[in-house]
């Protein structure tokens, strides 16, 4: 049809119409292109009453079309049991879980075309009975160090919620995945080292913390390590000060060596050397002081302090400043 014969069939509104009509089918075709959005990444999971606290970061892809919600769901390990929320913002909090079992959650944005992909499932979460009944959350990054025939673990973690029991205690396990002895330990603070592993074998360890409400869960497991079959040697204690007192004394303040690298600690052994024709004198103890006695009267001495480990020694502290012991 000429565009005569189109102009005398309809009116002259009708030719623009068609024209919007052409726009509005490429905008169809344009919106036909954009899909789900991509996946979430999940920052933390805090537990809390009978419920959990999911904070994520958006997904770097939104499919082509500006995510409005997210879906939250989190599942019972090992039951049937599932809690699921939406909203709009980072975190949201999930409710009507069930207190003392391990959950984890995953998350999905949402945008105009559907729900996306979830999240990989976060770590394991204890919903709370109550703040002062909970137990505490698993210790968070968990570093392994091979040691003789063990490993000394590195560990930390979130603080515990208001109101709730301070973490008293900390258990470490370590378990090879080649068939290495197993080994546990219990500590008192955020380093602890897990000995009778088998030299050579790998290993990979997990902590746990308790309070007055009993332990939680494991946390993730560390890096591999390999226990060595020779202990390092213990550190050199540093000296604080050296002191004179009556009856040609010296006194001898260290700091004492870790006890964490894989042997025992004996004692500590206190060399005091005259630069001015003094008497050499040793003596040792199983803790600082040290106290030599039997110097000689009005003379000059500088001292050092060597660790005795189980198995070897460690090398002398640095010389302490000269001291200038009493006159009879």
């Known amino acids: 049809m000429s565009r005569s014969g189109l102009r005398a069939r309809h009116p002259r509104w009708f030719v623009p119409l068609i024209a919007v009509a052409l726009v509005g089918i490429s905008g169809a075709a344009g919106a036909a292109a954009a899909t789900v959005p991509g996946p979430v990444t999940i920052t933390s999971v805090t537990a809390g009453v009978q419920s959990a606290s999911v904070a994520f970061s958006a997904p770097t892809d939104d499919g082509g079309s500006p995510v409005f919600a997210y879906t939250v769901t989190c599942m019972a390990t090992g039951r049937p049991l599932t809690a699921s929320r939406s909203g709009k913002v980072s975190p949201l909090r999930v ?22 992909t979830f999240s990989p499932p976060s770590a394991s979460v204890v919903p709370l009975v109550s703040v002062r009944r909970a137990r505490p959350a698993p ?10 025939k063990g490993a000394l673990i590195e560990f930390g973690g979130p603080p515990p919620p208001p109101r709730s029991r301070q973490q008293t205690e900390f258990r470490g396990k370590c378990t090879s995945t080649d068939g290495g002895i197993r080994g546990t330990r219990r500590v008192h603070h955020r380093a602890l080292v897990v000995l009778g592993l088998t030299a050579g074998k790998t290993y990979t360890c997990r902590v746990q913390a308790s309070n007055g409400n009993g332990f939680g869960l494991y946390s993730a497991a560390s890096n591999p390590v390999v226990p060595g079959a020779h202990p390092l040697p213990p550190p050199a204690p540093a000296i604080r000060e050296v002191f004179a007192s009556l009856g040609q004394r010296l006194t001898v ?58 198995v070897s020694d460690s090398p002398p502290s640095k010389p302490s400043a000269p001291v200038v012991t009493l006159a009879m």
């Open 95 to 116: 409710g009507g879980m069930v207190f003392g079992i391990p959950y984890t959650c995953r998350v999905a944005a949402r945008n105009r075309v559907g729900l996306g």
């Open 139 to 148: 210790p968070t990054v968990v570093h392994a160090i091979p040691v003789f």
């Open 253 to 310: 303040v260290f700091t004492r060596a870790p006890a964490f690298l894989g042997q025992e600690i004996r004692d500590y052994r206190a060399t005091c050397r005259s630069s001015d024709g003094g008497t050499e004198r040793s003596a040792s103890a199983e803790s600082p002081p040290i106290v030599l006695r039997g110097l000689s009267p009005a003379k000059t001495y500088t001292c050092q302090v060597v660790t005795h480990g189980e």
